[in-house]
């Protein structure tokens, strides 16, 4: 999942090339106490499946599911005490984000190989705003849908 969002976004969203990586990463950075140099900067998080309605007949059962993913913006400017700054970045940042995402389906292998459906904006929710480093997080969610036949 990682490869596929983050070659669209460092397609698409100029301000982020060479500053994408996994939510590992991030998990690592927060673990050190530590935020990256140069911003802005993303980090791509798979958050999880949820299923859906199911179907069960003779020889195959189907489900239909939404996975979602996280996109983390992490802004800094320096002197920037209340994040006003940081804020005016996030917020074309933020747009530009959304449209590179939004009605965008990853490759069929990505999923189960039935995707129907293409990337829609779940939320968006500033996570932290401290010492001038704003943390913002996009979800987004995909409808697929699972078949298992014999």
Do not use: H
């Not at 935020?35 to 802005?40: E, F, I, R, S, V």
């Not at 904006?121 to 995909?142: K, P, V």
């Amino acid at each position: 999942m990682f490869d596929a969002v983050a070659d669209r976004l460092a397609a698409s969203v100029t301000d982020l090339s060479g500053r994408i990586e996994p939510g590992a990463k991030l998990s690592e950075m927060i673990a050190r106490n530590q935020m990256p140099q140069n911003t802005p900067a993303a980090f791509v998080l798979p958050l999880g499946l949820r299923g859906g309605r199911s179907e069960a007949a003779t020889g195959i059962f189907r489900q239909t599911i939404s996975d979602t993913l996280g996109i983390v913006l992490v802004v800094r400017s320096a002197g920037d005490a209340t994040g006003a700054k940081a804020s005016d970045r996030l917020t074309p940042l933020r747009n530009d984000v959304i449209r590179c995402i939004c009605g965008w389906a990853p490759p069929s292998d990505w999923l189960s190989g039935e995707t129907i459906g293409v990337f829609t904006l779940s939320r968006g929710e500033l996570i932290s705003l401290s010492a001038g480093t704003l943390i913002y997080q996009l979800d987004f969610a995909i409808d697929d849908q699972l078949r298992i036949s014999p």
